[in-house]
């Protein structure tokens, strides 16, 4: 009886198992046509969406600077009170900077009645 037991021990051994876990008759339905998945994925979809923001925040900083009636860029107009000295620049200027503003297009195009 001892002989037996030290030639097949009654607990599990770590060798690996030869026999697999599915027959191949099933392995040949399978479609190998799927592409695998891109592991950059989450980094290319972050990097976009934080260059969508970037442009956003630019494109807003150039409408600021560009059309704002209270921003000048002359020397000698900077530390006068433009709507005390010409009401009425500044009163177009503040018209252009309402109606070319690209936010208040896309606001507007959502209130619009189809």
């Known amino acids: 009886m001892m002989i037996q037991s030290r030639r097949?021990?009654?607990?599990?051994t770590?060798?690996?198992?030869?026999?697999?876990?599915?027959?191949?008759?099933?392995?040949?339905?399978?479609?190998?046509?799927y592409p695998k998945p891109n592991a950059y994925a989450p980094v290319y979809?972050?990097?976009?969406?934080?260059?969508?923001?970037?442009s956003i925040g630019a494109f807003t900083a150039t409408h600021q600077l560009n059309r704002s009636p209270n921003v000048s860029?002359?020397?000698?107009?900077?530390?006068?009170?433009?709507?005390l000295v010409e009401?009425?620049?500044v009163a177009e200027e503040s018209e252009d900077f309402?109606?070319?503003s690209f936010f208040r297009k896309i606001a507007h195009v959502q209130d619009a009645d189809r």
Do not use: C, W
């Open 8 to 12: 097949s021990p009654a607990f599990a």
């Open 14 to 33: 770590t060798t690996a198992s030869k026999m697999r876990d599915y027959s191949n008759a099933a392995d040949q339905g399978y479609d190998h046509k």
């Open 45 to 54: 979809i972050s990097l976009g969406l934080l260059l969508i923001s970037v």
């Open 73 to 83: 860029l002359k020397n000698s107009m900077r530390e006068t009170l433009p709507e």
């Open 87 to 89: 009401p009425e620049k």
């Open 98 to 100: 309402i109606n070319k």
